[in-house]
């Protein structure tokens, strides 16, 4: 039998996998024994020769290695990446019940790293981001309509950081026929998903519990909702009795779908509008206008991809939250959300805290959001807590 091929680490680097954090570094190896091709199964051990743990092997991406198992008696075969998905849908048994949308794999946190899948109706999506997932690319379309008992399964393996793998972006079916069109139920709002142009899966499933959150506090109010999408936190505050609100993207695809959407449910239209625009400039025009909201949501794409890009992220997250800041009524309510999982939620709230001095205005905490159960996080991978919100209250 050939010996698996091997990933050593230079002296001391090994620190963090003894931690269980799951991704190996480039800076962190000091040599490859073997020619491990991408996404293949390679024994990861420290300096001295000690197992640390079987990861996925790729050379072209600067996560050189990410973790299957830290257990030296656990082999990476069929069987192994099935039992890691049924375990991951196992797990949403416990769910917040009132949608039939659900994120089914949220990749390192349920020990499949760089698999994502989305449950809406009888169809998965499924996003494929690294060699290691790629390297089970047949199985997951069969593998989960076994376990999760879907009819058809997407790939919508097209997101930025399939390039940073070196890998080429793919969209298509894997089981069944492409859905022409996919509808959910979330909370009594019935929302139709464009699973092979919308954005990531189609739909941003994190937000259910905060999308319920909007809509009781959107009572009687003037709500503005900035980064709107397709228009799901819009709707919650419509159905949740906004005097208004007013929506804005720069998707006129996905303002499009959110009229519909809002159509479909009966609801009132003379109480939305919908603004193609740029946040940024947006906000200072309302601004200017003298508006002012009882409750505001800032929902904006991830400003930060990596590490790298973490402070011009902070500069941008601070930005829009202090010119949302200056447009509360008193006790106004603020959901503001950074999903960059380079962006920690306690970076997040200093960021926060510094809009709110800059903009003089008292704000308290009313609660830390995230999403919903169906979006675990592992403790080892803090990177897996990508969306961090808080709710605030001006005084
Ligand atoms: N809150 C939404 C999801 C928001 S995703 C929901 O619950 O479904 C982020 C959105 O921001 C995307 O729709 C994207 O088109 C939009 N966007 C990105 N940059 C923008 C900008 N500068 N101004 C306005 N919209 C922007």
Redesign the pocket.
Known sequence: MTPEPKVVLKPGREKSLRHRHPWVFSGAVDRVEGEPAPGSTVVVTAHDGAFLARAAYNAQSQIRARVWSFDPKENVDEAFVRRRLADSIARRAIVRPGSDGQRLVHGESDGLPGLVADRYGDTAVVQILSAGAERWRELWGPALVAAAGVKAVFERSDAEVRTLEGLPPRVGPLVGAAPATVRIEEDGIAYEIDVAGG?KTG??LD?RDN?ALAATLAKDADVL?????????SLSALAGGARHVAS????AE?LALARRNMAANGLDEARAEWVE????A?LRKLRDQGKHYGLV?L???KFAPTERHVEKAARAYKDINLWAMKLLAPGGHLLTFSCSGAVSPDLFGKIVAGAAADARVDLQVRRHLGPGLDHPVSVHFPEGEYLKGLWLQAS
Do not use: K, M, W
Request: net charge negative; aromatic share 22%.
């Open positions: 954005q739909f941003y937000q999308r909702n900035a980064f709107c999408y397709t228009g799901g936190f804005i993207d720069t998707s996905a625009a740029d946040v940024f947006h949501i929902d904006p794409p």
